[in-house]
């Protein structure tokens, strides 16, 4: 094992092990196995312990990284808690990298909910408490005028990928100020894992603004600035710092925003999109998933998009993001702009969204038609859509009628009931195959069980942003893109839907396996890599072979 002048490992023939560091100076002994990025602990050879000063510190055996991966799932399920699950996780991180990845990777559907949501939602409630390891990087207003010289301190040079959030709106569970830092960690996890980034190349960033979270300035364990948190002209001062010194710092970095407060994640995202490296996860990344599942649905039903009339319930973020990207899409597909508008409905917490309605907020304008106001039930049986998607975080409003009432206008009606966590789903799988008599074609934000209904079993699809993100980011760095425009979000959307098997359709399921990530990721990335050529936003010169191109960026963590 080998590591090149940027700590990269490299599997070598030769049978002699050498451990060169940055500064060409040979790790050994202890400081080998504290090293999480080479320590292989038990699976060290007895050559390798000969050479490097190990005999003695481990014992005799010689375990397998299958073996030892082994071992860390029981331990897992010896846990109880969510939360113990993701300390011994993440304390593996921090001992033996590659076996942590190794085991994410091989066991993503059963650890995707621990290193995540729901699991990531309560480590960050937690995080003052649980707090043991330094990970990531903090900047607070204190910190102003010198971030650029701040990021010096982190101990990597060559950063790709950025996860940033303020911590203002994290998951669904509003202002954790500081503790947000679990959800950048979380995240890029998964771009390592999903997309193959290497760890090194990973940051994540809590820009620590302050919190208006009152129980927080109360706590006497908390961790962050603690102050009320910073607004107006001061806030967008600080961002635009960091955006700043991270292009002068780490100039071929992806800047992912994650779990802003809505206005501020739009505000943000316009600001730089078309001029930095960057995406807001929670709009284009849920966006491009919730089309793909779209035009999944489209392949069971055999219908084309640009006949499809859509209803969303909830006109908040990420519907709206949804809706925008759809409009992108129907626009491709030859319609104008205002007929493309017309498909498209939203009903909120007071019915149909309409001209006459008082207090629309500016993204929901464009969907205002020019209509009569009334409730979900009878915008339903006027408008007659083909698809409903429900972004509401509201329990159970796509009741029995609701259901009903859409099976009887399609043969096979579409529902997504989007909301997270399970408890919020505007229905369950089960509500909507059994009041749907197996006809609809159902796809959820939190996984759900597979449903026998009449002799058959629905698996019903998970919309988890994990099919996008890590597959955007690692086009972004393979080409070295310039910036992301949106229609690099049809395309993963599209690339995601040409992924999901027959099999997995003939089951109702518009998403492809978890287990499979990897691949689909790989994919997504190679066509949003030729897209980026297209549109000259690659830096990169086009390699001879993208595809192997990309498949050598990718981080193997087997030993
Ligand atoms: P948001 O707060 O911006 O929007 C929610 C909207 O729903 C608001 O406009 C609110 O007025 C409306 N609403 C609330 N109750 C309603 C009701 N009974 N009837 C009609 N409208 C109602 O939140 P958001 O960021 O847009 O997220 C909404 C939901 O979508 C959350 O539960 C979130 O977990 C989920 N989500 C899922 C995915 C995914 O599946 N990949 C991604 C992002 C968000």
């Known amino acids: ?18 451990i060169k560091i940055k500064d060409h100076m040979e790790k050994r002994g202890v400081d080998v196995l504290k090293d999480k990025r080479i320590s292989k602990s038990t699976a060290f050879t007895a050559e390798e312990k000969e050479q490097m000063g190990l005999r003695g510190l481990l014992p005799y055996a010689i375990s397998s990284q299958d073996k030892q991966k082994q071992r860390v799932i029981e331990n897992i399920r010896r846990k109880e808690s969510g939360i113990e699950k993701y300390i011994f996780l993440s304390a593996l991180q921090d001992r033996n990298e590659r076996l942590f990845y190794k085991t994410v990777m091989d066991y993503l559907p059963e650890l995707l909910p621990v290193i995540y949501t729901p699991t990531v939602g309560e480590v960050c409630q937690q995080f003052s408490h649980i707090y043991r390891i330094d990970k990531g990087f903090y900047i607070t207003p204190e910190d102003k005028g010198d971030i650029s010289a701040l990021l010096d301190n982190w101990p990597e040079e060559d950063v790709r990928v950025i996860v940033v959030t303020d911590g203002s709106r994290i998951l669904g569970l509003g202002d954790l100020g500081c503790n947000g830092m679990g959800i950048p960690i979380g995240k890029l996890s998964l771009y390592t894992a999903g997309g193959g980034i290497r760890p090194e190349y990973c940051l994540p960033v809590m820009l620590d603004m302050g919190t208006d979270n009152e129980n927080l300035l109360e706590e006497i364990m908390y961790l962050g600035y ?47 999109q078309d001029k930095v490296l960057c995406f807001n996860d929670d709009i284009q990344g849920t966006a491009a998933v919730a089309l793909g599942g779209v035009y999944s649905a489209l392949r069971i039903t055999q219908q084309s998009f640009v006949d499809q009339k859509i209803m969303f319930l909830g006109a908040g973020s990420a519907a709206t993001g949804i809706a925008d990207l759809m409009v992108k899409a129907l626009v491709q597909e030859g319609l104008k702009e205002e007929e493309a508008l017309q498909k498209l409905w939203f009903v909120d917490i007071n019915g149909l969204i309409v001209k006459s309605t008082v207090g629309l907020m500016s993204h929901n304008l464009p969907y205002a038609h020019d209509h009569e106001a009334m409730g979900f039930v009878d915008a339903i049986k006027d408008i007659k859509p083909t698809i409903l998607i429900g972004a509401s975080g509201a329990k159970g409003v796509f009741t029995a009628e609701v259901v009903e009432l859409m099976s009887s206008i399609n043969k096979r009606p579409v529902i997504f009931a989007l909301s997270n966590p399970t408890s919020n789903s505007e229905c369950t799988a089960e509500q909507a195959y059994t009041w749907s008599k197996g006809q609809a074609v ?30 955007i980011g690692l086009a972004a760095i393979s080409v070295e893109a ?27 399921t518009v998403y492809p396996k978890l287990t499979n990530l990897r691949t689909i990721s790989f994919e997504i990335a190679v066509a949003v890599a030729n897209h980026l050529y297209d549109l000259n936003l690659a830096k990169l010169e086009k390699p001879r072979n993208l595809r192997t191109h990309i498949k050598n960026m990718m981080y193997d963590p087997s030993y």
């Open 226 to 272: 603690p102050h009320k948190r910073l607004k107006g002209a001061e806030y967008d001062e600080l961002i635009d710092e960091f955006i700043m010194s991270v292009q002068e710092k780490f100039p071929k970095a992806l800047i992912q925003f994650e779990d802003f407060l809505t206005p501020n994640a739009y505000k943000i995202l316009h600001r730089y």
């Open 482 to 508: 310039k910036t992301l425009p949106e229609s690099v979000f049809l395309v993963a959307a599209a690339e995601l839907a040409r992924q999901i098997h027959q099999s997995d359709l003939d089951h109702g």
């Open 442 to 471: 159902f796809a959820s934000g939190s996984p759900f069980a597979p449903v026998h209904y009449d002799g058959q079993v629905f698996i019903p699809g998970q919309g988890n942003n994990v099919y996008i993100f890590p597959g």
């Open 1 to 18: 094992m080998i590591l090149d002048e940027t700590n990269h490992i490299f599997k070598e023939k030769t049978d002699i092990c050498i």
